[in-house]
């Protein structure tokens, strides 16, 4: 039996909890206090990163995901945000994995970002190295980064893995100037997805310890007393995912099924066509009613 971690509510450190969802080796709670789904107990291999050394092999460094995340589409609506609120400078993007948003930075605006990349994941890292992305083979919280260096700090897809994400954030609070933005993209707990399928859904799995709403993300910053939140989103939408969930019943995907749809759905997106502009209606319909896969919220630092 792995060892696990019992913790306190992720968003208001609150100990009262009511049973949410169980789902093989997940078992998911959420707080009375605040009303946060998360992952309690959790494996201790989890909050010490070595969980995701062994991951690397089978899921981030196979052709396929490779070329998924380097695709120029993989990360086309985190660069038109950011870009929005951060037209140049200093960039730390915090579990970079294998370096693919801070790549893409550089190919669209090349000398506009000064960049940086940080994870646990060794391999990973090896791979954005390959690929000319600088990085730093250190956890973020361990690593003294100075104060006040930063234009962004970007975490795309990290908050739901992090067992306490509120240290994240005072972190970045710390390391941005004032003005600097901070940028953080979480599966949302609200998404058309999840409440079609509940636990059967995918992306209720063992790496992700946390499930954001809009109002438990909102409470989460607002613990940062620097940090204010200047834009809250609901973006993406695979519907691919949720239709092969629907049909699965809750079976375990394999990380070389997830891959696969992954390269599918890469090129479609790149297809262009009729095709895509429904499925751009569709993901911006249900992102106006907050339905869509993931949230996106961008703080500013005071
Ligand atoms: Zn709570």
């Known amino acids: 039996m792995a060892a696990m971690i019992e913790r306190p509510c992720p968003v208001c450190d609150g100990r009262e909890t009511r049973p949410h969802w169980r789902k093989g080796d997940v ?173 059967r859904y995918r992306y209720v799995m063992v790496e992700h310890v946390n499930y954001f709403s809009a109002a438990t993300l909102r409470r989460l910053v607002a613990r940062v007393p620097d940090l204010e939140i200047v834009a809250l989103r609901s973006t993406h939408f695979n519907p691919v995912v949720l239709w092969q969930d629907w049909r699965g019943q809750g079976r375990r995907v394999s990380d070389a099924e997830r891959v696969a749809l992954l390269k599918r759905t890469t090129s479609w997106k790149q297809r262009g066509g009729p095709l895509r502009w429904g499925y751009r209606a569709v993901e911006t319909a249900l992102g106006a009613v907050g339905l869509a896969d993931n949230l996106v919220a961008v703080m500013e630092k005071k």
């Open 27 to 199: 078992t998911l709670v959420q707080c009375r206090a605040c009303g946060m789904v998360f992952a309690n107990p959790v494996p201790a291999a989890l909050a010490s990163g070595e969980h995701y050394e062994g991951l690397a092999a089978g899921l981030y460094l196979t052709a396929d995901k490779l070329a998924a995340d380097y695709a120029p589409v993989r990360f086309e609506r985190e660069l038109k945000l950011f870009r929005q609120f951060c037209p140049q400078g200093k960039v730390l993007d915090v579990g970079c994995s294998t370096g693919g948003f801070l790549f893409q930075l550089e190919a669209r605006w090349p000398g506009d970002y000064e960049r940086l990349g940080t994870d646990v994941v060794g391999p990973a890292l090896d791979y954005a190295t390959s690929r000319g992305v600088t990085v730093l083979h250190e956890g973020f919280l361990e690593h003294d980064f100075g104060g006040g260096q930063f234009d962004a700090l970007t975490m795309w897809a990290v908050a739901e893995h992090l067992i306490d994400p509120s240290k994240f954030l005072a972190k970045a609070a710390v390391m941005l100037r004032p003005g600097g933005h901070c940028f953080v993209l979480v599966p949302n707990l609200k998404s058309l997805a999840m409440r079609l399928l509940g636990s």
